[in-house]
C-alpha cells in the first residue's frame, strides 16, 4: 500500500527536521511551505521553533507524494545521507539548493558515495556485522527487556548472540560504554544526554537512544522509623539515595521537595548508591530513604526494613526511567547488527508490556543469573500486586509500564531539570539535542515493521505534579521555578 512520502531531500523547500510543525499547526516534513529558504530571518524562526512569523499561510500546501516501501527505503536512504552531508543543518541545506538546485547535489553525491548499492543493501538486510555482542545490565527490573530477552530467545530470533553482562551500577555502565567495552547497555534515559553534552564524565561522545526499556517503576521508600512522617515538609535533615546524578530519580525527588518548599541541595541530603546496595544501606540506618528503581523498594518491604511512601507514578505519570543505548559511531559501523538489536529490544518490550506475560518473566528474570531475587519480590513489581509495608496489599497493574516510544519531549523535559539544578550552565537548543539523541522517528519506524501501533507524533506535553510542561516553551517553563540554581 502507498505511503506518505518522506520529505524530498533534493528540495530546497522541504524540511527534513524530525516532525517539525509550523506556527499553522501543520506537523511532519515538507507539510507546510510557509517559509522562504533565503528569508534573512529563517535561522532566528527556526531556533524559536517557528517557520513563519508575519507571512500569510499559503492557500495551498505543497502536494504530498505517494511512496510505496521500496520508494520510502530509497527517500530514506537520500535524506540520511543528504542531511549527514550537511551535519543536520536545514538552513545551510536549503540555501545550498536554492543557489546550485538539487540536480547538483544528486550529481555531487553520486560521484562519492553510491547510493543505488547503499539502498540495496538495506532493502536485502544484508549480512550483520557483527553477531557476538555483550550488552549490560544493572540487576533492576527497569531492565526487563534486555534481559528477558536473553533467556526467552528474543535476540536469537534476530540472529544474534547476546551476552547480557550484569554491572554494578550506572558509573561502571557509562565507562564500559565509553570505552567500547559493551556494544550497547541498559541506561538511565538522562545518561545518552549528559555523554552526549559530556556532562556526566570527562568524554563527551554522542550517544543515542533508540528506545525506553521502561516508564514508570520507581518509588520513593522510606525506613520503618519514619511512618509518621508521610509529608515531605518533614524531610528536612534527611539523607537520601539515588541510583546516578544523571537520572530520573534524581530529579523526580528533587522536583517533589521542592514543590514542598524544602531545597534539595539545603535542606536534604542525596547521595549516588548502587541500586543492588541500597537495602543494605537503609538497614544501616544511613540512609533514611531513597527514591530508587525496583525491585529494591519491593525487597525493603519484603525483609521489613521499609515501606513504599509513594510510587513515582503518582509524580508523573507515565516518566521515561530506563533505555537501551549506544554510541552513535557504533551503530553506524555496525548498521544491520544495530537494526537487529533495536528489533529485538522492540519485540522484548512489547511482550513485557502485556500483563499476562508479567507473571512467567518474574520467574525468568529472578534467577541468580539475572536479578538475584525472591521471585514473589519480582513477581509483586511486575503484576502490580503487592504489599506497600503499611498493612495494605496494592493493586496498580501499571505500577511498571514497557513503552518502548522515546518521546522528544520527555528528553526536553529532562534537559530543564538538568539546566535547572546546575547540571550543565551553558545554552542549547533543546529540540535539537533531543531529536539527536532520542530517536522517535526511527523507533516508530521499526515500530511499524514490527507490526505495532506508534505515537503519530513525536513531541506532547506532560503534567507533572498538576503542572504541565509546555515543550514548545522549554526556557519559560524552566525560569517559572522559583527554586532553582539557574
Known sequence: MPTKSLSDPFDANSDLRHDSACRHGHHGPGQCSCFDAADPNLERRMDNGELAATE????????????????????????????????HNEINRRRFLQMLGGGTLAAALGSVMPLD????????????????????????????PIIMAHPMGFYERYGLDVDVINTAGWAVA??????????????????????????????????????????????????????????????KGFRFA?????????????????????????????????????????????????????????RAVWDEIGFIHMLTKEIWDGHPCCAFACSAAWAEEHPNTF?????????ATQYSSDLDNRAEIAEVISSRS???????????????????????????????????????????????????????SRDFDYNRLAEDVFLASECAEVMKELGYEPPSDTYKNFEIMGKVFDYTDPEGYLESFEMRRS
Request: proline share 8%.
Open 339 to 347: 537494526g537487529a538489536l533495536f528489533r529485538s529490544l522492540i519485540d
Open 117 to 144: 548499492k547503499v539502498k540495496a543493501a538495506i532493502k536485502d538486510g544484508g549480512p550483520l556485522e557483527k553477531t557476538k555482542l555483550r550488552v549490560g545490565f544493572v540487576p533492576i527490573t527497569c531492565a526487563t
Open 242 to 298: 539515588v541510583p546516578f546524578e544523571y537520572s530520573i530519580h534524581n530529579f523526580l525527588l528533587r522536583y517533589l521537595v521542592a514543590e514542598h518548599g524544602l531545597d534539595p541541595d539545603q535542606d536534604i541530603s542525596i547521595r549516588v548508591i548502587p541500586p543492588p546496595e541500597m537495602v543494605a544501606n537503609l538497614r544501616a540506618e544511613n540512609i533514611d530513604g531513597y527514591l530508587a528503581p525496583d525491585p529494591f523498594n519491593q
Open 370 to 424: 539475572y536479578l538475584n531475587q525472591p521471585e514473589p519480590v519480582v513477581r509483586q513489581v511486575l503484576t502490580g500486586r503487592y504489599a506497600d509495608g503499611l498493612g495494605e496489599v496494592k493493586e496498580d497493574p501499571h505500577r511498571i509500564d514497557f513503552d518502548p516510544f522515546p518521546w522528544h519531549s520527555m528528553a526536553t523535559w529532562i534537559l530543564t531539570q538538568m539546566k535547572r539544578w546546575g547540571y550543565v
Open 56 to 87: 500569510p499561510h499559503h492557500a495551498e500546501k505543497k502536494a504530498q507524494d505517494t511512496l510505496d516501501e521500496e520508494a520510502l527505503i530509497d527517500r530514506a536512504v537520500e535524506s540520511a545521507v543528504v542531511r549527514g552531508m550537511f551535519g
Open 174 to 235: 557509562r565507562d564500559m560504554s565509553l570505552s567500547g567495552e559493551y556494544d550497547a547497555s541498559h541506561m538511565l534515559s538522562p545518561m545518552p544526554l549528559s555523554m552526549t553534552m559530556g556532562t556526566s564524565s570527562s568524554s563527551r561522545e554522542h550517544f543515542i537512544m533508540p528506545a525506553i526499556e521502561n516508564i514508570n517503576g520507581q518509588a520513593i521508600t522510606l525506613h520503618n522509623k519514619h511512618k509518621d512522617k508521610r509529608d515531605p515538609k518533614d524531610w
